[in-house]
């Protein structure tokens, strides 16, 4: 059996942890447990704090309206100026995504990473007007912040310069290792440095935070080089202009179409502002290798046949506002044509599904061929396998596990992986967003739990929305509203004059609410309510007793306010 955290499922409240005793090590995933995305880790030792990763999770159907949702920093906000800095393993949306916004409460913290990863972050801040302060590492780098010692290790994942770290206190050493795989054959020849992670195991590695997105996986993650046949093929045959979408990050995935293009005569234009300028930094660090000419503006594809036009954009998630998404909606300056082919090249992030399966019909209707994961093979995970983790558990040999990045399931599964390895069951801890692991005198447990909810950013407006504002935008979604208008005697509640009913979005005819009507005046008969002086408490009573009757009677469940006018 595993050493489990999920007691807080219960009705008991989560126990709020200790002091942390001295000289000991405290380890608080914020983010990116339970979840795939959001990921932050906050490591707390000898009075001061370090933040491993700080990214955003994207929203899902039944949170409308909301772009991206953060870590929640309560549990550290009164101890910003304890923050020593913030290590980022590598350069994707949901592991820095969410710096901008702890930046905007204290900017001057440092940030920690690799050339391509200080490169994306610099400039994703620029839109938020804020200039950071860097600290370029490479592997094998050590570098002391505060009382950590952090020492980094190259990992291959889809994104060049990705990073394991290992942070060493005077409580222990814990080996972070960021998302990774075990490809190898990467296309950059940088593959995960294992005999630096033998090395740390030798030292005696006392907590491994290991990646679990795909420990349900059996076997090996396939190599990224084994994509190339297929995304030629795709080249090869396309009668008319090859539509590319990918995230704007996935840098190997991107050399690869160029490669293709390139070799079967066709220009590429880069398409949507993430793309440009992700690609322009990539390129101008040497992570991108394009021949002379390949690239042109979008403009000079125009006027040139179909069969050498490439187009690489983003939206391969189904996101609303991607340049993908309004294409297939015809709402894009380009438009998409029968015999186009449309090559989706990135995962499947759980929870996009919906979003990107009615972005394949729309194109689909549109006479596009669309080539993805489902058929071809044009694309593979950047995480390590169940094969993988396994090895590095050999390897490794560390004496407390905690598996990070993914899913209740992916964290189980990954946990059953380490036990298969020979770790102690008892020393196998599988936390939650906001779970405290106290590493003491060589022993890891989990002491508590802060707060660690989901923050929603909503525009310009950030932690504003709740979970009670998006169950009423499901029900404006789903339902539609009704609003009640009731003019009653200030002395008595009694109506006046009839109850006006005004509908949106909400199908019904003329009788519907007859029978509401006469439910809210026996609501408003009652001695009790005759003696309401609250206005509020008055409008509730009414907006209830609608809601109610339309549910029971009509199985609908509109959004219903009421409105009390004193005659």
């Known amino acids: 059996m595993t050493n489990t955290s999920r007691s807080s499922r219960s009705s008991r409240k989560p126990k709020s942890p200790p002091p942390l005793p001295a000289g000991g090590l405290r380890v608080t995933p914020l983010g990116g447990l339970g979840e795939i995305g959001r990921n932050m880790t906050v490591f707390e030792h000898a009075g001061k704090l370090l933040v491993v990763d700080c990214g955003v999770l994207f929203p899902e159907e039944h949170q409308p309206g909301i772009d991206v949702i953060l870590p929640d920093f309560t549990s550290i906000r009164h101890r910003l100026g304890d923050i020593v800095g913030i290590v980022l393993t590598h350069g994707h949306e949901d592991h820095i995504g969410g710096v901008p916004y702890l930046l905007k409460e204290r900017p001057d913290i440092p940030l920690i990473g690799s050339e391509l990863t200080l490169a994306f972050i610099t400039s994703k801040l620029t839109e938020h007007r804020i200039t950071p302060r860097t600290v370029h590492v490479e592997a094998g780098d050590k570098h002391r912040a505060g009382p950590f010692e952090c020492e980094f290790v190259a990992v291959n994942h889809s994104i060049p310069d990705s990073l394991a770290v290992a942070v060493r206190t005077d409580a222990g050493l814990v080996l972070h290792t960021g998302d990774f795989r075990m490809d190898q054959f990467p296309l950059d020849d940088r593959i995960t440095d294992l005999r630096h992670f033998a090395r740390l195991g030798d030292e005696g590695v006392d907590l491994f935070l290991t990646d679990s997105t795909n420990a349900e996986v059996p076997g090996f993650t396939t190599s990224e080089q084994e994509l190339t046949p297929a995304i030629d093929h795709v080249f090869a045959t396309a009668p008319k202009r090859i539509i590319v979408s990918s995230f704007a990050s996935h840098v190997h995935r991107i050399q690869q179409v160029l490669d293709a293009a390139h070799a079967h005569g066709r220009k590429v234009a880069f398409v949507g502002r993430s793309m440009v300028k992700n690609m322009g930094i990539a390129t101008e660090l040497g992570y991108l290798k394009i021949p002379r000419g390949l690239v042109v503006d979008f403009k000079k594809l125009r006027s040139m046949p179909d069969a050498k036009v490439t187009l690489v954009c983003t939206g391969s998630q189904g996101e609303p506002l991607a340049a993908l998404s309004r294409m297939a909606n015809e709402t894009h300056q380009i438009q998409l044509n029968p015999g186009d082919t449309v090559l989706m090249a990135s995962s499947l992030i759980p929870g996009n599904e919906n979003a990107i399966y009615g972005i394949i019909n729309k194109l689909t209707d549109l006479g596009v061929k669309v080539v993805h994961k489902g058929n071809a093979k044009v694309h593979v995970s950047g995480h390590a396998s169940a094969g993988e983790l396994v090895y590095c558990y050999n390897i490794v040999k560390p004496t407390h596990v905690m598996p990070v990045h993914g899913e209740s399931k992916h964290l189980h599964a990954n946990a059953e992986l380490a036990i298969r390895t ?72 009694a109506l006046t004059e009839p109850l006006e009913f005004i509908a949106k979005g909400f199908v019904h005819d003329e009788h519907i609410f007859d029978k509401a009507a006469e439910k809210v005046q026996h609501a408003l008969a009652r001695p009790a309510t005759q003696k309401l002086e609250d206005l509020d408490e008055l409008e509730s009573l009414i907006g209830d007793t609608v809601a109610r009757h339309l549910e029971r009677a009509y199985r609908r469940a509109p959004l219903v306010t009421a409105v009390v006018i004193d005659a």
């Open 422 to 493: 020979g770790v102690d069951p008892a020393n196998v801890l599988i936390g939650k967003d906001g779970s405290t692991i106290d590493l003491v005198e060589g022993r890891a447990r989990i002491s508590g739990q802060v707060e660690a909810g989901l923050v929603y950013v909503d525009g310009h407006t950030v932690g504003k929305v709740t979970e009670e504002t998006l169950v009423e935008r499901r029900l404006l979604q789903e339902g539609g509203v009704v609003t009640v208008v009731a003019i009653v005697d200030a002395d008595t509640n």
